[in-house]
């Protein structure tokens, strides 16, 4: 998993989450989507949700196939705490 390192950015004095940050994705995706089972879900939808969180921040096409897995899996593990 992709560490998690906060790579975060401030617009307007609101975080917005950038694709490093991998379990503050995480936490965000499960506490927005708690019926979702994230192994579910491909590649393509994780980063569709991500990209429509209004607390992310990045550039919609940075997300390597690599950092989604690792978001997926990480919001997996939120979710089963």
């Not at 992709?2 to 950038?18: F, H, L, M």
């Not at 490093?20 to 994230?38: K, N």
């Not at 980063?47 to 989604?68: H, K, W, Y």
């Amino acid at each position: 998993m992709t560490g998690t390192r906060n790579t975060s950015s401030s617009i307007a004095g609101q975080t917005k989450w950038t694709w490093q940050d991998v379990a503050e994705l995480a936490r965000d995706l499960a506490a927005r989507h708690p019926g979702e089972d994230p192994l579910k879900l491909s590649p393509g939808e994780v980063r569709r949700l991500v990209i429509a969180m209004p607390t992310f921040g990045d550039e919609p096409d940075a997300a390597t196939e690599s950092i989604l897995e690792s978001i997926q899996a990480a919001w997996y593990e939120e979710r089963e705490g």
